[in-house]
């Protein structure tokens, strides 16, 4: 039996626990625990965190409707959470729409997007009954109109951008005039699509979708992005005579990485949103849109962590290198958008003060970071643990197997039980794959 001592805090998941043996433990396990059955890297996924966080935004937001951004992190389980608590769904691509529906996810409560659906993606999802299909370009209105049954009519949304510039890295932003997402509101574009679904007799367009950019700490881009969708609601109603009922604000809020940083709660969203959207739907006279969003990293960002071995310890320049048995194959993100974590010795308590340390990981490319200048015990030595916060959103889901490397396992913990839910790519699984000679 594990005895838990302290709660740990943000950033880390909601279960995680000191215990007394100096482990750190989360949903009851602990880290060491892990690391002997299912070995390292391993990401670590606490369900009740990931529960929790779906409870609070329907708490929170109980008219709207929350769809989980499948990208984040999907698996068999992780849907059927989703499903278990209420959620509907955003997937982006065949594969999640083929996850979700093998676990039975309701075609309905799903939301498919893409800026560049195929004609086979498509085709799938009107043969799945999928409740919204995103228009995200003009050519592809025909060709989803061409693809729906004669006695049916496929709910769609126009996915607009509204000019606003936000996200915490400009990779990340997807809201301005010059990026490939969504239709211009200020060029035309969207209101060229807008007309052109309301002249499909087998599309109903259902209302506006935007989309603005990740990891967002500010309300202040959605109360302007509700403002501006309101008004061109209403510019569709005065130009078409069609009162939309729905208005999609997507996902994109903010979680925190590092202690005594705060993420964008849900609580302060609704808060703000929602009476930016009521007072300009009245000033308008427009009835009050449903609300629909989309948060990904919101929901499952804060209940991974990912467990690394440590490798080696290596003094070289101005700083000391910790080498882990993992590294951007597992978690691009440092590379990719200058992300910071916040690490933790897992596995054995340290009597020695905190030092200095950069983490990289095992590929060949010097940018090849982890955490870049961050506090350990000094002692830190070959063959401990080490646990990263908040690696529970684009992290196993933007995992690659460079320098042949298999991507870790999916870990769910839970009222003191350790599950195996996704498992390690071994060197049989790559192999398999080359199927020339
Ligand atoms: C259309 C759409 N909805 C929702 C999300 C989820 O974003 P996040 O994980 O930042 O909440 C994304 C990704 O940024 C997206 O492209
Ligand atoms: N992959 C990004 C988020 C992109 C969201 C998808 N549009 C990240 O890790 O922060």
Redesign the pocket.
């Known amino acids: 039996m594990t005895v838990l001592i302290e709660t740990t805090g943000a950033p880390w998941s909601a279960t995680m626990r000191t215990t007394a043996t100096g482990d750190v433990a989360i949903g009851g396990v602990p880290l060491a625990e892990i690391a002997r059955r299912f070995g390292t890297p391993t990401y670590v996924i606490d369900e009740t965190d990931v529960r929790l966080r779906c409870r609070a935004y329907k708490s929170a937001l109980p008219d709207a409707e929350i769809a989980y951004?499948a990208?984040?992190f999907l698996s068999r389980a992780m849907a059927s959470w989703m499903r278990a608590e209420g959620m509907s769904l955003?997937v982006?691509s065949g594969g999640e729409l083929a996850m979700a529906r093998s676990v039975g996810f309701p075609a309905q409560r799903i939301i498919m997007?893409g800026n560049a659906k195929t004609p086979a993606e498509l085709q799938k999802a009107v043969d799945e009954g999928v409740g919204r299909i995103v228009v995200d370009n003009i050519g592809e209105i025909n060709r989803l109109a061409a693809l729906v049954p004669i006695d049916r009519r496929q709910k769609v949304l126009v996915r607009v951008t509204p000019d606003i510039e936000a996200g915490a890295h400009p990779k990340?932003r997807?809201a301005g005039e010059d990026q490939k997402?969504g239709l211009s509101i200020m060029s035309g574009a969207a209101g060229e699509a807008v007309s052109r679904v309301l002249r499909q007799p087998r599309l109903q367009l259902v209302g506006l979708h935007c989309?603005l950019?990740?990891?967002i700490d500010s309300v202040e881009p959605y109360e302007l992005a509700a403002r501006t969708l309101v008004s061109e609601l209403a510019r569709i109603r005065d130009t078409h005579h069609v009162v939309l009922p729905e208005l999609d604000l997507?996902?994109?809020?903010g979680i925190a990485y590092l202690p005594g940083k705060e993420g964008l709660s849900p609580e302060r969203f609704a808060d703000s949103v929602l009476t930016a959207i009521t007072e300009r739907a009245a000033g308008l006279g427009l009835p009050v849109p449903r609300l629909i969003v989309?948060?990904?990293?919101?929901i499952v960002g804060t209940a991974g962590t990912t467990l690394y071995r440590v490798v080696a310890v290596k003094h070289g320049g101005s700083r000391t290198f910790v080498a882990v048995d993992g590294g951007m194959s597992d978690n691009p993100r440092p590379a990719l958008y200058g992300a910071r974590y916040a690490v933790r010795l897992a596995g054995r308590v340290s009597r020695e003060g905190p030092r200095s340390f950069t983490i990289v990981g095992h590929h060949c490319e010097t940018g090849d970071m982890i955490a870049e200048d961050v506090q350990l015990p000094a002692d830190l030595r070959p063959g401990d643990l080490v646990a990263l916060a908040a690696t529970g959103?684009y992290h196993h889901s933007m995992a690659s197997t460079y320098n042949l490397m298999g991507r870790p396992p999916v870990v769910a913990v839970h009222n003191n039980r350790a599950r195996l839910l996704v498992r390690r790519e071994v060197d049989e699984d790559l192999m398999r794959r080359d199927v020339g000679l």
């Open positions: 951004a990208k984040a955003d982006c997007h990340i997807t997402f989309h950019g990740s990891q997507g996902g994109g809020h989309e948060p990904g990293r919101a959103a």
